[in-house]
């Protein structure tokens, strides 16, 4: 009897030790150890190789802030601009024309497009294809999409520019009209990119523009349609572009624009309380930032550069303390006098 129980107990002691822990000399013990220390190593290298890419993304935004970043090249790159009849679609297509690219331009209305067409012609484009599309009908889109890949070729830089705003009160204005905003201003992204996204896809190489507004990062007043539709292309365009960088598709760029009112005509009538720091943007003006964005392939453009300040503020500020500043800076009567723009569609 007292013979088992010794053996038992010295059995007892080799395996877990004098104190009822597990001896270290046990298999299972170092495999258990080993484990942890990978796990510990892993988990040190994952920290150390995001401080230094953070480093590095630091250093190199510090060093573009004092110098510009270089710019693309886009001679003979094929870029689609939708609303190129007439405003910032306009200019824009101008502007590419003049950097010797391929324009593909799209408007409800023809005979402003037509006219926009020989302009950039006029201008320097190596050729100009206008294209009549409804881009808030998703069928007409797809079937406009396929002529120009037929006729043309693949889409490199996509940008979407076509607008609406019904400058109404929310409850004044009819479903109709809200229908309308957000096929015009966000879903008409969501068909354009559906339609030429799987070719840049394949090339690994495009651009895709998001032409949105300030109204897409904060409400304003009047603007309800609007800023929804704006919010949402915000956001989707967003996740389209962290898609293709979770997937490694290096190749595809995004540019965000959001600015402040332009003086084409569509917000007519509008104001500003403060033109010091929100100044209503001259078209030439706001074309040449958003080229320059496109050429330095920058994710994001706000301007004028207050808004990037209060997008900021609105993150930590206690609401009276903002309202406050937008009675301050009259952001909430910018709607009171808008009349729109009087020219036909």
């Known amino acids: 009897m007292f013979t088992s129980r010794f053996l038992v107990s010295f059995t007892s002691a080799r395996k877990y030790g004098p104190h009822g822990i597990r001896s270290l000399r046990s298999p299972s013990c170092f495999i258990g150890i080993s484990w942890n220390m990978a796990l510990k190593l892993k988990s040190a290298k994952k920290l150390f190789t995001f401080l230094g890419r953070s480093l590095l993304a630091l250093l190199e935004t510090a060093v573009f802030t004092m110098i510009s970043k270089p710019r693309k090249n886009v001679a003979g790159e094929i870029v689609l ?8 679609g306009r200019l824009l297509a101008l502007k590419f024309a003049q950097l010797g690219s391929v324009l593909v ?18 201008a320097g484009a190596r050729r100009v294809c206008a294209y009549t599309c ?13 002529q120009v ?3 043309v070729g693949d889409v490199s830089i996509l940008i979407n520019n076509a607008g609406i705003v019904t400058g109404r009160k929310f409850m004044d204005c009819p479903d109709e009209l809200i229908e309308k905003s957000l096929d015009v201003n966000f879903k008409a992204h969501i068909w354009t990119y559906k339609a030429f996204l799987p070719a840049m896809i394949a ?17 304003i007043n009047g603007l309800a349609d609007y800023c929804a539709s704006k919010f949402a292309a915000n956001g989707f365009a967003e996740s389209i572009f962290l898609e293709t960088f979770a997937k490694g598709q290096k190749g595809i760029k995004t540019t965000i624009v959001c600015p402040f009112f332009i ?33 330095q392939e920058n994710l994001y453009l706000y301007m004028p550069k207050f808004i990037y300040f209060t997008v900021f503020l609105k993150s930590f500020l206690p ?10 800076l009259g952001a909430l009567n910018v709607m009171d006098g808008f009349t729109g723009s009087r020219k036909k569609n």
């Not at 331009?105 to 005979?111: A, P, R, S, V």
């Not at 409804?134 to 396929?146: F, G, I, L, P, T």
């Open 105 to 122: 331009l799209w408007d409800i209305n023809q005979e402003s497009n037509e006219e926009t067409c020989k302009m950039a012609g006029e």
């Open 149 to 151: 890949k037929k006729e």
């Open 263 to 295: 003086k084409t005509g569509m917000f007519e009538g509008c104001t500003t309380g403060c033109p010091s720091l929100l100044p209503i943007l001259e078209p030439e003006y706001a074309v040449r930032k958003i080229v320059d964005a496109i050429l």
């Open 203 to 219: 090339n690994d190489h495009g651009h895709l523009v998001c032409i949105s507004s300030s109204a897409g990062l904060l409400g």
């Open 319 to 328: 609401v009276k303390l903002g309202l406050l500043l937008g009675e301050y």
């Open 81 to 88: 601009i939708t609303g190129a009849g007439s405003g910032l």
């Open 134 to 146: 409804d881009c808030s009908r998703k069928e007409e889109v797809y079937r406009v999409a396929s």
